[in-house]
């Protein structure tokens, strides 16, 4: 009886201090923006779900490609319909490693360098950004950015919108995340 009891102890406890590893936000942000001398676009995204396991690095990313929102609700319907083929292609995901994880944690550096695959219109390619990542007993927030080349997840642009849409997006992440329980 005393085993068992001692048994369940020491799982608890290793439970807790699993969870206590791992951060999660369901509303996260991400936004891309597009640049060329004709036309600026851009559309966010507030559900986007993200997972951070401070024991080992991993990040996983998850958004649904049709919750992007747009200035105008014809680009919107454009950009799912035409261009990221949202039913075809509901998700876009992330999963990466924090290269650098150790030296944040040891207060030496505030700076994540983050590698993985990002997966887009059924694409995945590997891509690498930075940015900032606070880390804290409560929270782990990270805000960072990278660039997107359109053509390289065969995103077609119709030749009568080409010079509207720039072929490089800027890809901005603000995600804040709590304890996972």
């Keep these: 009886m005393y085993r068992a009891a001692l048994i369940c102890i020491c799982l608890l406890f290793s439970i807790i201090g699993f969870s206590q590893e791992r951060y999660i936000t369901k509303q996260g942000y991400i936004s891309f923006y597009s640049h060329t001398p004709v036309e600026d676009i851009k559309a966010e995204n507030n559900q986007v779900l993200s997972i951070v396991d401070l024991s080992t690095g991993n990040v996983a990313v998850t958004l649904l490609m049709k919750s992007f929102e747009f200035e105008k609700a014809l680009m919107q319907e454009h950009f799912n319909e035409n261009y990221v083929e949202s039913d075809k292609y509901p998700k876009a995901s992330f999963e990466g ?85």
């Design 97 to 181: 490693e924090i290269q650098n994880l150790k030296e944040i944690l040891d207060g030496e550096n505030g700076v994540a360098a983050i590698t993985g695959d990002l997966t887009v219109h059924g694409i995945t390619k590997p891509i690498t950004m930075e940015g900032k990542l606070k880390i804290t007993d409560d929270a782990v927030n990270f805000d960072g950015s990278f660039m997107v080349t359109v053509a390289d997840y065969e995103i077609n642009i119709p030749s009568v919108v080409a010079r509207n849409i720039a072929k490089e997006v800027e890809v901005t992440c603000k995600l804040e995340h709590t304890p996972y329980r």
